[in-house]
Structure formats: structure tokens, C-alpha cells
Nanobody, 130 residues
Framework: QAQLVESGGGSVQTGGSLRLSCAVSGNPYSPPYCLGWFRQAPGKEREGVAALDSDGLISYTDSVKGRFTISQDNTKNTFYLQMNDLKPEDTAMYYC???????????????????????WGQGTQVTVSS
């Protein structure tokens, strides 16, 4: 069974950058799969942030478009979330997630990731101060 381990969280000031990493061990994912990131702030529901699938389709939640970038390195079984121009409202626990198979239609890749029973990482805290 695959295991996901996040790293890269921390505390930054508004406008700063962080890069989150999610290392996938165990059974490497073969297509079709979806990988991505969710976050949960205190007192709020978990929300999807970004996702990509094995066909290269990518989706982002509107609030991070233009600031966050999801990518993967298949040689390292690792995927990333580059976060630029961070804002206090980005403060949350960030979780990586991966689903295989990930089969979907008529929805975004981010929606599909949540709908395909993903494996989850343990979370990494991101705090952005003003």
C-alpha cells in the first residue's frame, strides 16, 4: 500500500514562497492516477488546492491560480506544490493525496482526486503572517 509523506511546510511572511513536497513510497502509481493537494484551516472545511492526472491535466482552486504550481518528478516518485505570493488566508494544514485508479468525466481533476478514494499524507503546516 502506498504511503505519502509531506515536507516543506513552515512559516513565512505575506508575499513569501514555500515549496511542499510529497514523497510516495510503496507501490508507485501507474496510470490512470491523480495526485494533488488539499488544505484545511482551523474551523473550516477541507478544500482542494491543486491536482494533476497521468494525462497531464491540471486544475487549481480559483484562489491560488497564478500563485501556486503543481508538478511531479516521476523519477523520484515525488510531487510538489510551489506556492508563491503567499497570503495569510493560505494558512492551513496542507495534505497531499493520490488516487489510483483515478477515472472520471465531467469534473475537474481536483474534484476527481477527492472522488476516487485517495491515499493521504499526514499533513504539513503552512503559516503566513501579515
Amino acid at each position: 500500500q502506498a504511503q505519502l509523506v509531506e515536507s516543506g511546510g513552515g512559516s513565512v511572511q505575506t508575499g513569501g514562497s514555500l515549496r511542499l513536497s510529497c514523497a510516495v513510497s510503496g507501490n508507485p502509481y501507474s496510470p490512470p492516477y491523480c495526485l494533488g493537494w488539499f488544505r484545511q484551516a482551523p474551523g473550516k472545511e477541507r478544500e482542494g488546492v491543486a491536482a494533476l492526472d497521468s494525462d497531464g491535466l491540471i486544475s487549481y482552486t480559483d484562489s491560488v491560480k497564478g500563485r501556486f504550481t503543481i508538478s511531479q518528478d516521476n523519477t523520484k516518485n515525488t510531487f510538489y506544490l510551489q506556492m508563491n505570493d503567499l497570503k495569510p488566508e493560505d494558512t492551513a494544514m496542507y495534505y497531499c493525496a493520490a488516487a489510483q485508479p483515478c477515472v472520471y468525466r465531467s469534473m475537474t481533476t481536483l474534484q476527481a482526486l477527492g472522488a476516487n478514494r485517495p491515499h493521504w499524507g499526514q499533513g504539513t503546516q503552512v503559516t503566513v503572517s501579515s
